[in-house]
């Protein structure tokens, strides 16, 4: 069933501040608020339900699935290195943005979010030097290029996956 056009327009802009909102937070601070999270989520299961309540139970798991993979991610990165590599705020983004994608698209999220990060560092790297390459970077914004892109492509330029 296809959304009605202001629904999507609605949700369109509340993903827009919210992933406004977590990209400046995370920028400046490097911490993704649980708040903004939370809020992320529970309006993309919100969407969910308003368009196809048959399809929710998908999404959770779907969500419950991303989170636990992207902490066996960040987990294993740590036991491998003794570094933490991926906040637990990005853990949680990556699981609040499987609630407004299908599933089919979360490579897509991920390759848009670490291409256009290794993209950044390597114009740090260019800008400043060297040691750039060594800073920390908030993955957070990144994430957010990713989920706006697939929400994008979803939505308006017709992507549907046939998943539901």
């Keep these: 069933m296809a959304a009605h056009p202001s629904l999507v327009l609605a949700a369109t802009v509340a993903l827009a501040a919210i992933l406004g909102a977590i990209a400046i937070a ?47 991610i960040r987990r294993g990165h740590f036991l491998m290195t003794g570094r933490i590599g991926l906040g637990l ?20 999220l991920l390759f848009i979010a670490s291409a256009s990060a290794l993209l950044f560092v390597g114009g ?21 290029i990713g989920l706006g892109c697939c929400w994008a492509l979803e939505q308006f330029a017709g992507l549907d996956m046939g998943l539901f």
Excluded: E
């Design 89 to 108: 705020g990005d853990v949680k983004m990556l699981a609040a943005a499987a609630c407004w994608i299908s599933p089919l698209l979360l490579p897509v």
């Design 26 to 72: 995370d920028f400046r601070r490097q911490v993704i608020r649980d708040g903004l999270n939370l809020a992320l989520a529970g309006i993309g299961l919100a969407y969910q339900v308003a368009t196809d309540a048959n399809g929710l139970p998908v999404h959770i798991l779907f969500a419950a699935a991303t989170f636990a993979a992207a902490w066996a």
């Design 124 to 144: 740090q790297v260019v800008a400043t030097g060297p040691a750039a390459a060594k800073a920390r970077v908030a993955f957070g914004p990144f994430i957010a």
